[in-house]
C-alpha cells in the first residue's frame, strides 16, 4: 500500500469513525431541545436539514443531479416513498429517545442488518448461507425474549429497524449520493414542516422564539447535526473498505446503548441482557460470515489474474 493510499484510507476511517460517532452521540443530543415537543423538534430537524444542505450544495456547484431527478416521475417516487419512511423513523427515534427508551432504541439499530437480510429474502428472492440463516433465526429469538421481558413487543426497536431497512432498499433504487438524497427528501419534507411550524406558532405553542436565542439555535443545529455525519459517511464509504464501514456500523448502537445505561440509567433486568446478548450472537455470526465471504472474495481475485499471466510473469521481479 502506497503512502498516499494509507493516507486516504487513514482519512476514510477517521470519517467514518465521525459518522457513527455523531449517530451514536444522537441521544445526548435530543434532550437539549426541550422544552420542544418531539413533533417540533422533527419539523425543525426536517426543515433546517433542507437548509444546510442546500448551502452546502451551493458551496460545491453540484446541481446536475436535480434536473435529472425531475425528469424521472419514477425515481422521484421513490424519493417520496424514502421521504416519508424517514420521517417516521426520525419521529419515532427523537421520541424514544425523548422519553426515556434510549436501550430500545439502540436495539433497533442493532437489530438493523437482521431485518435488512430479512426482507432481502421476502422482497428481492435473495438466497442466504446457512450461517446467514442461523443469524436471522437468533435475532428471532431475541426479539421473542425481549418481548416477554418487556411485556410487550419491542415495538420502538421494530419500527426503527424496518423504517430505516426500507429506507436503505429504497435509496439503493433511488441511487444518489448521501447529500443529494438528504436535499431531495427534506426539498418534499419542507413545506410540511414549517406549515406545522407556522401552525404552531399562530397557536402560541411554539418554543423557538420564546424560549431563548439558544434554544433557537439548538433547535436550528437539527440541520447541521442531521447533515454532517452523512457528509463524513460519504468521505468514508469512497475510502475504506464496504467491510470496515460494516463493522464501523456498530459503533453507533453501542454508544447509544451505553449512554442509555450507564447516563440515563435506564432499567436492564435479566431478560433484556438475555435479550441483547442473542441480538449480539447473531451479530457476530454475521460479521464473521461477512469476513469469510469477503476474504475468499479478495483471493479469488487475486487468483484468478495470476493463472492467467504468461509463464514469463511468474520470474518477474
Same mark, same amino acid.
Given at each position: 500500500?502506497? =503512502? ?39 419539523? %425543525? ?33 421513490? +424519493?417520496?416513498?424514502?421521504?416519508? #419512511? ?6 419515532? $427515534? ?6 426515556? %427508551?434510549? *436501550? ?10 437482521? #431485518?435488512?437480510?430479512?426482507? =432481502? ?9 446457512? *450461517? ?10 431475541? #426479539? ?22 426500507? $429506507?436503505?432498499? *429504497?435509496? &439503493? ?6 447529500? !443529494? ?14 406549515? $406545522? ?7 402560541? &405553542? ?5 424560549? @431563548?436565542?439558544? %434554544? ?17 459517511? =460519504? ?26 445505561? +450507564? ?7 435479566? !431478560?433484556?441482557?438475555? @435479550? ?31 493463472? !492467467? ?5 511468474? *520470474?518477474?521481479?
Amino acid at each position: 500500500m502506497t =503512502g498516499k493510499s494509507r493516507g486516504e484510507r487513514h482519512i476514510g476511517l477517521l470519517n467514518g469513525f465521525a459518522a457513527y460517532g455523531i449517530w451514536g452521540l444522537f441521544p445526548l443530543f435530543w434532550p437539549l431541545l426541550e422544552p420542544a415537543g418531539s413533533v417540533e423538534i422533527l419539523a %425543525h430537524r426536517m426543515a433546517w436539514s433542507l437548509v444546510f444542505v442546500t448551502a452546502a450544495l451551493l458551496v460545491v456547484r453540484r446541481w446536475a443531479w436535480a434536473g435529472e431527478l425531475l425528469r424521472q416521475p419514477r425515481r422521484l417516487a421513490l +424519493v417520496a416513498v424514502a421521504s416519508a #419512511v424517514i420521517t417516521v423513523n426520525w419521529g419515532v $427515534y427523537i421520541w424514544s429517545v425523548n422519553s426515556g %427508551h434510549v *436501550v430500545e432504541a439502540s436495539l433497533g439499530y442493532f437489530i438493523n442488518p437482521l #431485518v435488512t437480510i430479512a426482507m =432481502g429474502v421476502l422482497l428481492l428472492k435473495e438466497r442466504l448461507r446457512p *450461517v446467514q440463516w442461523a443469524a436471522v433465526g437468533v435475532g428471532l429469538t431475541a #426479539v421473542i425474549v425481549l418481548t416477554v421481558g418487556y411485556g410487550r413487543p419491542p415495538w420502538i426497536s421494530l419500527v426503527l429497524a424496518f423504517s430505516f431497512a426500507t $429506507y436503505g432498499l *429504497v435509496k &439503493k433504487k433511488v441511487n444518489l449520493g448521501g447529500v !443529494e438524497s438528504l436535499a431531495a427528501e427534506t426539498a418534499i419534507q419542507f413545506l410540511p414542516a414549517v406549515g $406545522y411550524l407556522a401552525w404552531l406558532t399562530a397557536q402560541g &405553542k411554539s418554543t423557538f422564539t420564546t424560549e @431563548g436565542v439558544g %434554544h433557537a439555535a439548538l433547535l436550528a443545529a437539527a440541520g447541521a447535526v442531521t447533515a454532517l455525519p452523512l457528509v463524513c459517511f =460519504g468521505a468514508a464509504a469512497i475510502r475504506v473498505p464496504l467491510s470496515t464501514l460494516g463493522l464501523l456500523q456498530y459503533l453507533a448502537p453501542v454508544f447509544q446503548f451505553l449512554i442509555g445505561v +450507564v447516563y440515563f440509567h435506564e432499567a436492564m433486568p435479566a !431478560e433484556r441482557w438475555a @435479550g441483547f446478548a442473542l441480538v449480539w450472537l447473531a451479530l457476530t455470526l454475521l460479521t464473521a460470515d461477512a469476513w469469510r465471504s469477503a476474504r475468499r472474495s479478495r483471493v479469488a481475485a487475486i487468483s484468478v489474474p495470476s493463472a !492467467e499471466k504468461p509463464a514469463s510473469a511468474a *520470474v518477474d521481479v
